[in-house]
């Protein structure tokens, strides 16, 4: 596996070959679908893209945990977690792309 | 919020560009992140999360029907960490 680390760079720079624009512009837009994405999130929505996957935000009952290192009790507050379920899409060309 | 309600939104806000070229664009960007996962690569997005690529060991499986075992090979599958900025977000921390 090749193991290398994509940033929004690289995808501004998707963005950038994609269109017209400038590279500064390209970023900004990256910027703003990832906000866009996590407004809505934070609102409690979900984000669905069609093809590549759906995100959502999960409510968690508050629990007691345990300190692993220490078996010390320690309450855990109830929480918002969120969570990506991929598309048959994504999952069909991660596994393909991946296989030996 | 859907896919294209997403576009919309951000047409909305550049009415400079076309429609349809800010649908290429978001479809690039998620067509990037496809294409960094399917490479075995990382995409790592300060703030929102990081997607990455599990590997899924081969193992024995079991057709749950007939009882029948059945191998199931190894195989990797996309996952999604969401970030840390975007995890307090969502529970009140930080505007």
Same mark, same amino acid.
């Given at each position: ?100 | ?12 806000? +550049? ?5 349809? %070229?800010?649908? /290429?664009?978001? +479809? ?27 590997? /899924? %060991?081969? /193992?024995?499986?079991? +057709?749950? /029907? ?21 995890? %307090?977000?969502?529970?009140?921390? %930080?505007?």
């Amino acid at each position: 596996m090749a193991g290398k680390t994509l940033t929004r760079m690289d995808l501004s720079e998707a963005v950038f070959r994609e269109v017209g624009l400038s590279r500064n512009e390209s970023a900004q837009l990256v910027e703003r679908v990832l906000e866009l994405m996590s407004d809505n999130l934070v609102e409690g929505g979900q984000v669905k893209i069609s093809s590549f996957g759906t995100f959502s935000v999960r409510n968690k009952t508050a629990r007691v945990g345990r300190n692993p290192k220490t078996g010390e009790e320690v309450p855990i507050l109830p929480r918002r977690v969120l969570t990506f379920r991929p598309s048959h899409l994504m999952k069909d060309r991660v596994a393909a792309g991946n296989r030996r | 919020m859907i896919r294209s309600e997403l576009i919309t939104k951000l047409a909305e806000e +550049n009415p400079h560009l076309y429609q349809r %070229d800010v649908e /290429r664009i978001v +479809n690039a960007i998620f067509e990037e992140i496809i294409e960094a996962m399917a490479k075995g690569n990382r995409v790592e997005l300060r703030g929102f999360g990081a997607f990455s690529v599990k590997k /899924r %060991d081969a /193992r024995v499986g079991r +057709n749950p /029907r007939t009882g029948e075992s059945v191998a199931v090979e190894e195989k990797h599958v996309p996952f999604f960490k969401a970030g840390k900025l975007l995890r %307090d977000r969502l529970n009140g921390h %930080d505007g």
